[in-house]
């Protein structure tokens, strides 16, 4: 079935340092493709999201762009700051394989150090 | 709106009594879906419904799990009797599917725990 793999956590960064979070998927179908960030003690709030193939998704700094050849949906920001700790989840929904039901990966936990 | 509403947000119970936690969707949203977090097992998705019927619950744990979705507007995902490996944090989270703009909002959970 579908699936999202993330890179393993945590990642420690210092401020101004550059982001990548590694995201590959499987999926039998052409899948919306999401970054999701959840800060402590909080629920999950949409980051940015690409609905098809070389799409580039962008929010607060951070980029993805939809790699159908690599599968991948790797995240990325140029220079972090303290309040970009949090986890982030990649995930994926394929409304026509699997009626809406989005998939996460495991989670990666961001510590940016000042 | 409102976003995504679950109720209680924090939950401690006995091992072994009911848990009952509820969640109100965003309105006109027609997907719900309950999600489990544990630093174990990650996020995992129990069940969803679509126009407030069940399409999936292979996630449900066990028949001590149940949940239901008698409106568009609230859910409840039940635990009888609870047990202590089924403290962690419950999400619920609704969407509106609308071509390929699937995205999910999330409530801001339910920490369960059961000693």
């Known amino acids: 079935g579908d699936s999202v793999t993330q890179m393993e956590g945590p990642v420690t960064l210092s401020e101004e340092a550059f982001l990548t979070i590694n995201c590959t998927y499987t999926?039998?179908?052409?899948?919306?493709l999401f970054w999701y960030v959840q800060y402590p003690g909080e629920g999950l709030q949409l980051l940015l999201k690409?609905?098809?193939?070389?799409d580039k998704g962008s929010n607060k700094g951070f980029e993805a762009t939809y790699r159908k050849e690599t599968t991948s949906f790797h995240l990325e920001k140029g220079s972090v700051q303290v309040s970009d700790s949090a986890v982030y989840f990649c995930?994926?929904?394929?409304?026509?394989?699997?009626?809406?039901?989005?998939?996460f990966g495991q989670g990666t936990e961001l510590s940016v150090k000042p | 709106d409102a976003g995504v509403i679950q109720s209680p947000r924090h939950e401690v119970t006995e091992m072994g009594q009911e848990v009952t936690l509820r969640c109100k969707p965003i309105?006109?949203?027609?997907?719900l879906f309950w999600y489990r977090q544990t630093m174990m097992r990650g996020l995992e998705l129990l069940i969803y419904?679509?126009?407030?019927?069940?399409?999936?619950d292979s996630g449900m744990p066990e028949d001590r799990f149940s949940a239901k979705m008698p409106n568009a507007s609230f859910s409840t995902l039940k635990i009888q009797p609870s047990e202590p490996r089924d403290s962690a944090v419950y999400f619920c989270?609704?969407?509106?599917?609308?071509?390929?703009?699937?995205?999910?909002?999330f409530g801001q959970g339910t920490r369960l725990t059961v000693v």
């Open positions: 989270a609704s969407s509106f599917v609308r071509e390929l703009n699937t995205e999910a909002f």
């Open positions: 999926a039998t179908g052409y899948p919306s």
């Open positions: 690409a609905t098809k193939a070389d």
């Open positions: 995930a994926l929904s394929d409304r026509i394989n699997q009626g809406g039901k989005l998939i």
């Open positions: 309105s006109g949203h027609d997907y």
């Open positions: 419904f679509n126009n407030n019927v069940p399409i999936d």
